[in-house]
């Protein structure tokens, strides 16, 4: 399955991810510090990087939830 990604910033360390015209959710954070959370609120963890983050919630999305 292939999705469009668009990241799009939404303020300091907060980032809107879009699969296709799906909201997947948003990633926060900086550094080495970063979280993803579900379009429905859930929160799917901490990541190292802002690409694992982005990374969980491209899955999360293609996994059908």
């Not at 948003?26 to 979280?35: E, H, K, M, Q, R």
């Amino acid at each position: 399955m292939h999705f469009q990604i668009r990241i799009t910033r939404e303020g300091s360390g907060r980032f809107l991810v879009m699969c296709g015209e799906r909201r997947a959710g948003t990633v926060l954070g900086g550094g080495a510090n970063w979280s993803a959370e579900t379009a429905a609120g859930s929160a799917l963890g901490r990541f190292s990087s802002k690409a694992r983050a982005i990374e969980a919630l491209v899955a999360h999305v293609a996994q059908g939830r």
